[in-house]
């Protein structure tokens, strides 16, 4: 067993592994090794939504399911879970082939945030749900509180003011897509008919429309 990594996932995860296996496995990128973290990554997703999603119906009882899906969404999103991450010290645990490395994977937002659902999925399968609750709501304890109202998500705002101001739909469409699979960026344009128009780039595509969306919100509503 390597003492490092399972000295790291009982600090970060506070459980000492048993199945040391499954925390080996999370960590590793599909460039280093077949056995890598892509099933317990889609393992985790759902773990880490169920958590989240009883967190929010329990903290906001008088919340509709609208509200609670935006917060829902705002918080399991890849950026976020990749913030979480970096803030572990995840990168410096990744199993990662040559080429991957070469192109930064250790700071991908999407690499990093499969393998923090990934280990939350390893987490479930070794010490099961309590533990797994246990530590999303000690990794996310300061996020969830930090809207008092539920937040917007930049697309629907985008929306929403297009509709209010009589004005087309927003519309979106990729500019550039770059680099390699395992570590793609998206540059995508939003433009509202001929009124105004923003560019972002993101780790996918729903993130660049994202962003892009914000922008052009800041440009509107500035």
Same mark, same amino acid.
């Given at each position: 067993?390597?003492?490092?990594?399972?000295?790291?996932?009982?600090?970060?995860?506070?459980?000492?592994?048993?199945?040391?296996?499954?925390?080996?496995?999370?960590?590793?990128?599909?460039?280093?090794?077949?056995?890598?973290?892509?099933?317990?990554?889609?393992?985790?997703?759902?773990?880490?939504?169920?958590?989240?999603?009883?967190?929010?119906?329990?903290?906001?009882?008088?919340?509709?399911?609208?509200?609670?899906?935006?917060?829902?969404?705002?918080?399991?999103?890849?950026?976020?879970?990749?913030?979480?991450?970096?803030?572990?010290?995840?990168?410096? &645990?990744?199993?990662? *082939? @040559?080429? $991957?490395?070469?192109?930064?994977?250790?700071? /991908?937002?999407?690499?990093?945030?499969? +393998?923090?659902?990934?280990?939350?999925?390893?987490?479930?399968?070794?010490?099961?749900?309590?533990?797994?609750?246990?530590?999303?709501?000690?990794?996310?304890?300061?996020?969830?509180?930090?809207?008092?109202?539920?937040?917007?998500?930049?697309?629907?705002?985008?929306?929403?003011?297009?509709?209010?101001?009589?004005?087309?739909?927003?519309?979106?469409?990729?500019?550039?897509?770059?680099?390699?699979?395992?570590?793609?960026?998206?540059?995508? &344009?939003?433009?509202? *008919? @001929?009124? $105004?128009?923003?560019?972002?780039?993101?780790? /996918?595509?729903?993130?660049?429309?994202? +962003?892009?969306?914000?922008?052009?919100?800041?440009?509107?509503?500035?």
């Amino acid at each position: 067993m390597s003492g490092d990594l399972a000295d790291w996932v009982a600090r970060s995860l506070g459980a000492v592994p048993r199945d040391f296996a499954l925390y080996e496995r999370a960590v590793t990128h599909g460039s280093q090794a077949a056995a890598n973290y892509e099933r317990l990554e889609f393992l985790g997703d759902r773990v880490l939504g169920l958590t989240i999603a009883e967190w929010l119906f329990a903290r906001f009882p008088n919340e509709a399911e609208g509200a609670l899906s935006k917060r829902l969404n705002a918080l399991v999103t890849g950026p976020v879970c990749a913030e979480i991450a970096r803030e572990l010290s995840l990168p410096a &645990q990744l199993k990662l *082939g @040559k080429q $991957a490395r070469d192109d930064g994977a250790f700071d /991908s937002d999407n690499v990093l945030g499969d +393998a923090l659902e990934a280990l939350i999925g390893a987490l479930y399968l070794d010490h099961g749900l309590e533990a797994a609750r246990a530590a999303v709501r000690a990794l996310w304890a300061t996020r969830i509180e930090r809207d008092i109202r539920a937040p917007q998500h930049p697309k629907s705002a985008l929306q929403e003011w297009a509709a209010a101001h009589n004005r087309r739909p927003p519309e979106y469409s990729i500019v550039e897509r770059s680099g390699p699979h395992h570590a793609p960026r998206f540059t995508v &344009q939003v433009t509202i *008919g @001929k009124l $105004a128009e923003a560019t972002a780039t993101g780790a /996918s595509k729903q993130e660049a429309e994202t +962003a892009a969306a914000q922008a052009l919100l800041g440009q509107l509503e500035g």
